[in-house]
């Protein structure tokens, strides 16, 4: 079943319903990218059919409302208005095109961390899975520079028959638009004063985070000089976390690309909703 959600730029998304049960919003594809796209994301250790697998593993027991987000904001930027605030307002507007008055999210990475903004602005939620991002200790003001070097970087052009290599980063052209790499230095600049420790009193549904025990991520001076780490603050403070109402998981021997795979992730997902009815 398909449907539409206006989002705060005035632009459409597209959202696929499959299963029935709880609702469950996955910002992912939910259809395997093909062609000369999908070899391009195997180059980089990603899987072109993550989206895809995630929403087959839950839709024997869920109300799975897929959408890709991520795919919008590529192809639809939103240099300036890329918020929390308005984040937030675009992952209510589909849940409310989708019919899901509550509903469970899962997110990882970047949109792992809007989970967390998403938790502190609506009381809709029924769970919460954040994957890949702490919920304490962010590394909000390291992917600050790093994003800022993108965007500096962005626009660029390979040559015939260039490609990027992925065993060469320090090398690597960013040929995506400035208005697209603009608008997360927009949302990095917004999350600038935000104290993740004080926010967790606020969070009141069910929740569960997890990362992988290698998640440590060093962008070298092309990219802000910074280190990111989203393992360390998972782990280090692991007994605050669970004091604090999370579920905590730590994915023994695993990167950011290898723990985010719909095969760790599926049961993740599953034993929070469990536990959370």
């Given at each position: 079943m398909t449907f539409q959600a206006i989002l705060h730029d005035a632009n459409a998304i597209a959202i696929e319903v499959s299963g029935a049960g709880a609702n469950l919003l996955l910002p992912v594809n939910s259809h395997p990218v093909e062609g000369p796209q999908a070899e391009e994301i195997r180059k980089w250790g990603a899987d072109p059919a993550l989206g895809h697998s995630l929403v087959n593993g839950l839709a024997d027991s869920y109300r799975v409302i897929a959408f890709d987000y991520d795919a919008h904001n590529l192809s639809h930027p939103k240099p300036?208005?890329?918020?929390?605030?308005?984040?937030?307002?675009?992952?209510?507007?589909?849940?409310?095109?989708?019919?899901?008055?509550?509903?469970?999210?899962?997110?990882?990475?970047?949109?792992?961390?809007?989970?967390?903004?998403?938790?502190?602005?609506?009381?809709?939620?029924?769970?919460?899975?954040?994957?890949?991002?702490?919920?304490?200790?962010?590394?909000?003001?390291?992917?600050?520079?790093?994003?800022?070097?993108?965007?500096?970087?962005?626009?660029?052009?390979?040559?015939?028959?260039?490609?990027?290599?992925?065993?060469?980063?320090?090398?690597?052209?960013?040929?995506?638009?400035?208005?697209?790499?603009?608008?997360?230095?927009?949302?990095?600049?917004?999350l600038q004063g935000f104290d993740d420790e004080a926010a967790q009193s606020r969070i009141k549904c069910p929740r569960l985070c997890f990362v992988g025990s290698l998640d440590e991520i060093d962008y070298g001076q092309k990219w802000g000089d910074v280190h990111v780490s989203l393992a360390a603050p998972i782990i280090d403070r692991r007994e605050e976390l669970e004091w604090l109402g999370w579920d905590v998981r730590v994915l023994e021997g695993l990167n950011h690309l290898q723990a985010m795979q719909a095969s760790q992730v599926v049961p993740l997902i599953r034993s929070c909703l469990a536990s959370a009815r």
């Open positions: 300036n208005t890329l918020t929390p605030d308005n984040v937030v307002r675009d992952i209510l507007a589909v849940a409310d095109a989708a019919g899901a008055d509550r509903f469970a999210y899962y997110g990882y990475s970047w949109l792992g961390m809007i989970g967390l903004q998403l938790a502190l602005r609506t009381d809709r939620l029924s769970a919460l899975i954040m994957g890949g991002f702490p919920p304490i200790d962010g590394p909000y003001a390291e992917l600050l520079p790093f994003f800022e070097a993108v965007h500096a970087q962005s626009g660029a052009q390979l040559k015939e028959g260039e490609t990027n290599d992925p065993a060469d980063p320090d090398n690597a052209k960013v040929t995506l638009s400035k208005d697209t790499t603009r608008q997360f230095v927009t949302l990095f600049q917004a």
